[in-house]
């Protein structure tokens, strides 16, 4: 799986295996109980500018090493601190100079991608000119989940109507029957959505069926599949756009293409999701 390094992370030396693993907080992210937890003048520096609440819209991410692009590429992440604010979104990384990397304010944030593959975790924030992007351990995920629920409330905007459809399947998998009534996809248990499920084509004979759901909440469009460079279904790539922010939404040769607050996201699904997308958005 691609994923390229970022500008502030460090390169990668067998002398830096190992070094991390002295205790669960530093191993896994983590939502500080205490400003005195975080690396000093970060969450100065995140409440200057992004508007913090409070430590529940923060997140510690300890240093550690990833793979970055092809092959076995490793890049050190150095410690950072996601701020989650009711201003802008900030990362804040220890090295390799102390202080804020990318910041982006509610107003020009366009998108969230959010994927999960087994442990590993990738969350974005999506700008028409940057984009803001950690990398974390699953098992935290429950730490994140309430921040990430807040900001999507403050994107939402008032409740739009839903486009009236049949969504063309009698039942769901149990996986996506489960997804359908949760705030991921639903914005808040279940809630009223118009949906449309199908499953990805094989690539081979020995591949998994792998699902592809694009749904319409009262706030959202929230398009997610399995994942489709893993060699199996645990997990999920979702991509959540405010409904607000939607200008078009267009079916492309293998993508629908929908443009939000400036950016044009390519997502890539089945002929008969992409029509449904287009035909809602008309």
Avoid at 142 to 164: H, I, T
Wanted: neutral net charge; hydrophobic residues 40%; charged residues 25%.
């Amino acid at each position: 799986m691609s994923d390229p390094a970022e500008s502030w992370e460090l390169p990668w030396s067998e002398s830096e295996d190992g070094s991390y693993f002295r205790g669960v907080c530093d191993v896994f992210p983590y939502v500080p109980r205490r400003a005195e937890d975080l690396p000093s003048g970060a969450l100065d520096a995140l409440i200057e500018c992004c508007s913090l609440e409070g430590l529940r819209q923060v997140f510690m991410i300890p240093r550690a090493a990833r793979l970055a692009g092809c092959g076995d590429q490793k890049v050190i992440c150095p410690r950072s601190v996601l701020g989650i604010g009711t201003r802008a979104v900030g990362l804040w990384t220890e090295e390799p100079e102390p202080g804020v990397k990318v910041v982006i304010s509610l107003e020009r944030l366009s998108a969230i991608e959010d994927v999960t593959i087994l442990l590993y975790g990738r969350l974005s924030f999506i700008s028409p000119s940057e984009r803001l992007t950690i990398r974390y351990n699953t098992l935290a995920r429950s730490g994140l989940g309430p921040a990430l629920l807040e900001l999507r409330q403050r994107l939402a905007g008032p409740p739009e109507v839903l486009p009236r459809e049949d969504p063309g399947v009698r039942e769901l998998p149990v996986k996506w029957k489960r997804l359908l009534r949760s705030p991921l996809l639903g914005f808040h248990e279940d809630a009223p959505v118009t949906f449309r499920f199908a499953h990805a084509p094989r690539a081979s004979r020995q591949d998994v069926d792998r699902g592809q759901i694009l749904v319409v909440n009262p706030h959202e469009l929230v398009y997610m599949c399995d994942p489709p460079e893993a060699s199996h279904t645990y997990g999920a790539d979702s991509y959540i756009v405010p409904r607000p922010r939607i200008t078009r939404v267009r079916d492309r040769e293998k993508c629908l293409e929908v443009a939000s607050n400036g950016a044009r996201l390519s997502l890539a699904m089945v002929s008969e999701l992409r029509k449904a997308g287009a035909r809602w958005f008309a």
